[in-house]
């Protein structure tokens, strides 16, 4: 089993930036970040895998997220840029031990605690 743990939410305007982080504990074949709004459900963000560093992103977040892998590959970030209201959520790390479907947010395991992000406008 993965252990994942996640950090760097915290409050910001409108058009700010956050960078979070999530470290990995075991091996994993893909990371993801998800997050849940309040009373909304759970969704899919953006995801790596691990060994070739392709990346997928939601629509909602393509162009000012970034999904990255630390160089010794126990850390995936979410550099967060331009964020918006509709950005605030709990944050999630996720991962899955065979990298296949990263793409489709599915099937993901492992997940963190969470990290609270707020956007105030």
């Known amino acids: 089993q993965v252990q994942l743990e996640e950090s760097g939410g915290g409050s910001v305007q409108a058009g700010g930036s956050l960078r979070l982080s999530c470290v990995v504990s075991?091996?994993?074949?893909?990371v993801g970040w998800f997050r849940q709004p309040p009373g909304k459900e759970r969704e899919g963000v953006a995801t790596?895998?691990?060994?070739?560093?392709?990346?997928y992103y939601s629509d909602s977040v393509k162009g000012r997220f970034t999904i990255s892998q630390g160089n010794a590959k126990n850390t995936v970030y979410l550099q967060m840029y331009s964020l918006e209201v509709e950005d605030s959520a709990m944050y999630y790390c996720?991962?899955?031990?065979?990298?296949?479907?990263?793409?489709?947010?599915?099937?993901?395991?492992?997940w963190g605690q969470g990290t609270q992000v707020i956007v105030s406008s």
């Open positions: 996720a991962a899955k031990s065979r990298p296949v479907g990263c793409s489709r947010f599915q099937d993901f395991d492992s």
């Open positions: 790596i895998y691990t060994l070739s560093r392709t990346t």
């Open positions: 075991g091996s994993a074949g893909c």
